[in-house]
């Protein structure tokens, strides 16, 4: 009896150590060519390259990049008629990401179902947004669930509109077809960030696909900062307004009394 | 070839930022006026954020004043002792502007307002601009002499209490009109990202009574210390004012400027106003209907 349960343990043992060896780790990689976009005086928008493989004994059919941007509040206000005059109405505080790419092998709805689309947060109907009618910080402070809605059939319209406003922008890109899949396992997307995209710390997420479902991912993140003079004169002007100020006011009065001297008759 | 703008945050041309510059200085030059009711709708229509626009216009008109004051300043015709009255109502106007224009902006109709406020600033200048020199010109090319320039008969502005004597002007008046219109100014430029130098000189000639020969300079005094301030102001309150698009716009204006006031000497004097109007008025069209057309989504998107 003894030997027997014994025999049953290590058989047991065995087989869970088996199945530990298979953690989602070592299933995807993903790399980034440039960990960090650095805004300088001639930034212009950046292209990045994000790539990896699907190892082990997993086998994808489809590979599914998503890369999200740092959150941001904004408000959105209805434009109404008002005497002739086109005039904003009140705000609907909105928090949400500011960036957002999402782009397969295939068009997304081909490779996912609707039901796991939904729970990946992928695709501009499935993000999470946050809406209140102050802003924050003081809908945090606000338990009223009143706060934390917009009105009820607008909540729709809302969010379709900020993510019209944010494809127009250029910084809600969808299904372009820069994902690539080769040898089976490797796959590569081309992603071009706009000259206004959003400085901060993006997220990364990458997805092995098949039947509809995610059966691996792995997660990166990268940052986008200004450098140099450009976060020099941001931090001052930010940081130390007053005095960003005044150096503004010297350069304009040198500017002038150098053009007079330089141009005097 | 781009250049980042930081507070802006997007790319320009350079060289697009410049020839604007160079076109607005180039007419400021030309007509003597200081060129900012027209470049921060310029800017706007460009794209700038409404807000950056008015911020860092102001400080373009301290340098385009500065330049245009020394050689005023040169000649002596600056009425020192009241450019520091008109300065001293600016500089409340000022504050009392950034403040609306802070409030405005939480309430995020600052866009809205600015547009408002320049239309029917435009189109009433412009109008009265072009009432003005059509009349001037068709008394011009019908021969008849030009009216002689009357000092006006003593009026209700003799009447207030605290006169001061001001020497530069040969006046006895209150400080309480160049206070007033310093205010008034001062809160407009704050608003509207203008010099206000189109308000200030018509009215130091009517209501003042100030001899026409240190109009110009001792505006242009007034206008180098508010618009100053207002740099300051906006830029601790709203972090609103962009240096490097600034120092670009700059560039070209000063520039533009000193072609634009050569060009200015040859036509005459009553055709340029004119066409100044002319501008004036399409700009305020323009704006209008940008404010009455259904725009192009239903909902805006801005700052929280």
Do not use: C
Request: hydrophobic share 50%.
């Amino acid at each position: 009896m003894k030997r027997m349960i014994g025999l049953a343990l290590a058989l047991l043992m065995g087989l869970s150590a088996g199945a530990l060896a298979n953690t989602p780790d070592d299933e995807m990689a993903v790399w980034l060519s440039e960990p960090l976009i650095a805004i300088d005086s001639g930034f212009s928008g950046a292209r990045l390259f994000i790539f990896g493989g699907v190892s082990g004994e997993a086998r994808a059919d489809g590979i599914i990049v998503v890369v999200r941007g740092p959150e941001e509040e904004v408000a959105i206000r209805k434009r109404e008629r008002v005497a002739g005059f086109w005039l904003s109405g009140a705000p609907n505080h909105v928090a949400g990401p500011s960036f957002y790419f999402a782009d397969g092998t295939d068009k997304i709805e081909a490779l996912l179902t609707p039901a796991e689309r939904a729970r990946l947060e992928i695709g501009a109907d499935a993000l999470d947004f946050g809406f209140s009618s102050v802003p924050q910080p003081e809908a945090d402070k606000i338990d009223n669930k009143a706060v934390h809605q917009a009105a009820g059939p607008d909540l729709k319209a809302l969010t379709a509109a900020l993510v019209a406003d944010r494809q127009r922008s250029g910084v809600f890109i969808e299904n372009v077809g820069a994902t690539e899949m080769r040898a089976g396992s490797l796959f590569r997307t081309t992603i071009d960030l706009p000259s206004n995209t959003p400085v901060g710390i993006y997220q990364v997420e990458v997805y092995g696909v098949r039947g509809g479902e995610a059966i691996v991912s792995a997660a990166t993140p990268f940052n986008v900062d200004k450098i140099g003079l450009e976060r020099g004169l941001y931090d001052l002007a930010h940081k130390q307004s007053f005095v960003y100020g005044l150096l503004s006011v010297a350069i304009a009065l040198v500017a002038g009394w150098t053009a007079a001297a330089v141009f005097r008759q | 070839m781009q250049i980042y703008l930081p507070i802006a945050e997007m790319s320009v041309n350079p060289l697009t930022v410049l020839a604007m510059g160079g076109a607005v200085g180039f007419l400021s030059g030309m007509f003597g006026v200081g060129g900012g009711f027209l470049m921060t709708p310029l800017l706007i229509f460009y794209g700038v954020p409404p807000a950056v626009a008015v911020g860092t216009e102001a400080s373009q008109i301290v340098a385009s004043s500065v330049s245009g004051g020394l050689a005023h300043w040169r000649r002596k015709a600056v009425d020192v002792k009241m450019g520091a009255t008109l300065v001293s109502g600016g500089a409340a106007g000022s504050i009392v502007g950034v403040l609306i224009f802070r409030r405005l902006r939480e309430l995020g109709q600052i866009d809205l307002f600015i547009s408002l406020a320049y239309f029917f600033f435009l189109a009433i200048i412009g109008g009265l601009m072009l009432t003005e020199s059509v009349r001037a010109w068709r008394r011009a090319t019908s021969g008849a002499p030009a009216l002689a320039k009357k000092r006006r008969r003593r009026g209700w502005v003799d009447a207030l209490p605290l006169k001061q004597r001001y020497q530069r002007s040969q006046l006895y008046i209150s400080v309480l009109p160049p206070i007033a219109l310093g205010f008034i100014v001062g809160l407009l430029s704050a608003i509207l990202g203008v010099g206000g130098g189109f308000i200030m000189v018509p009215a130091m000639i009517y209501l003042l009574n100030m001899p026409t020969n240190v109009v110009i300079g001792t505006s242009l005094f007034q206008i180098i210390f508010v618009t100053a301030i207002i740099t300051v102001l906006h830029a601790t309150a709203n972090q609103t004012v962009d240096i490097v698009l600034g120092m670009l716009l700059l560039l070209g204006g000063v520039v533009g400027a000193q072609f634009g006031a050569r060009m200015g000497v040859r036509l005459r004097s009553e055709q340029l106003r004119a066409l100044l109007a002319l501008l004036v008025l399409g700009v305020a069209v323009r704006l209008g209907y940008d404010l009455i057309a259904t725009p192009a989504s239903l909902y805006v998107v801005g700052a929280s």
